[in-house]
């Protein structure tokens, strides 16, 4: 058995470990290593920052809903898109300064100022709201850094991290017109909705009875006092649903049919967010004479991952469910690990996404099946295609681990 910490994390049960997590190597760039030092644990916090933006942005992408929404979907798409390409291009600079990136929940959040969101789902403008707080820390961070950079004499992270600071100044610019529109859907114009809460009270340790009321005089409870501290957690006025709860959904599917499948399509996504960050981890990290084409393909891979989450996730929105998109919510559905924060050899590195791979493949056939029995001939046609896509880079991945020419494991232990 793998070595688990937590309940999500593990150690591989094999390949050999190439460079310890938080150490710093000699680089090629002939920088001195008190350098690198100090703009690694610098490049980490943005890094992380940029992650955590990532994900905050891509769950609002998912979720929004009202007169607004091609337009905020529009621009969250695209947002989220490009925040991701500055977390590949910061793990690189980390990588090419002998460091590693944080890669698992715990090394992210113990560097990042940019909080998660709680899984609830929240309305549009607190969002939005939250989002360009986000993006004020975010800039705040990377533009301290781009004096750092300056002053260690790394013109090269610098002007990196300039051109990063004027892209996320200008998508912060964006939320801004986008939160001063008269038409955005203000806090005080949403409803409370009706939910039927599939979590098992007695699962729910984070929440805390504060003997608050509803305007209808039911109780509510506020969790925010126990929530852990890198997760933001707006006031519950601006509250639109509950994690773990399903609403009555436009597609007329009965709540009870909508209810499995939505707990099916999130153990889904929580597999492809592990998969997702696990193979950005390793075309982050990949190295020796298959780099050029090892790394192309995992690229175009992780690229592939992120549409079908896409979609996945937004199929779970219309059918009344919050899709998974905090740590919490991928602790509970997640059918794989997380690989710790180490960094291996590509061989055994490829190994573990390709058994990533081929458990979400199986899972998929299954929940095809499930989608049949339902009769949600929508939902089963989405897996189907998406199926397909798993099964093709399946094959790539087994075709690299045949090829002679990829480096072995034994020959990594000299």
Request: with cysteine; aromatic share 6%.
């Amino acid at each position: 058995m793998a070595t688990k910490r937590g309940r999500l994390v593990r150690t591989p049960e094999s390949g050999a470990r190439l460079q310890e997590w938080g150490t710093v190597e000699a680089n090629a760039l002939r920088l001195d290593r008190d350098v690198t030092t100090a703009l690694v644990d610098a490049l980490a916090v943005d890094h992380a920052g940029s992650f955590n933006l990532f994900y905050l942005l891509r769950k609002h992408y998912w979720t929004a809903e009202g007169a607004e929404l091609g337009q905020v979907a529009s621009a969250l798409k695209q947002m989220y898109r490009r925040v991701g390409d500055v977390t590949d291009e910061l793990a690189f600079r980390i990588v090419e300064l002998g460091g590693i990136p944080p890669t698992t929940p715990a090394t992210i959040q113990e560097h990042a100022a940019v909080h998660l969101e709680a899984e609830d789902r929240y309305d549009l403008r607190a969002s939005l709201e939250g989002d360009r707080a986000a993006y004020a820390t975010l800039v705040e961070s990377v533009r301290e850094h781009v004096g750092l950079a300056d002053r260690m004499g790394d013109s090269a992270t610098g002007e990196r991290l300039s051109r990063h600071l004027e892209l996320l100044e200008r998508d912060a610019d964006r939320l801004d017109q986008l939160l001063e529109a008269d038409t955005l859907v203000r806090a005080e114009a949403t409803d409370d909705v009706d939910a039927i809460d599939t979590a098992d009270v007695a699962d729910n340790a984070d929440t805390a009875d504060t003997g608050q009321t509803h305007s209808d005089g039911s109780k509510r409870t506020d969790t925010r006092a126990e929530h852990p501290s890198h997760l933001r957690r707006p006031d519950d006025t601006h509250l639109r649903q509950r994690w773990d709860t399903v609403v009555e959904n436009e597609l007329r599917l009965d709540p009870r049919v909508a209810e499995e499948l939505i707990r099916a399509l999130n153990s889904d996504l929580s597999g492809l967010y592990i998969l997702f960050n696990q193979v950005r981890k390793h075309y982050w990290t990949v190295e020796g004479a298959e780099w050029g084409h090892v790394d192309d393909f995992l690229v175009a891979a992780a690229d592939r991952l992120s549409d079908v989450t896409d979609t996945l996730a937004i199929r779970v929105h219309a059918l009344g469910g919050v899709p998974v998109c905090g740590p919490k919510g991928v602790r509970q559905h997640a059918p794989l690990y997380i690989e710790d924060a180490h960094r291996y050899d590509v061989r055994s590195s490829v190994e573990r996404d390709l058994d990533g791979y081929s458990t979400l493949a199986v899972q998929f056939r299954e929940h095809i099946e499930l989608a049949d029995r339902m009769r949600d001939q929508a939902t089963g046609e989405l897996l189907r295609s998406h199926s397909k896509t798993l099964e093709d880079d399946i094959r790539v991945l087994q075709s690299y681990l045949a090829d002679d020419s990829l480096v072995r494991r034994d020959a990594t232990h000299e």
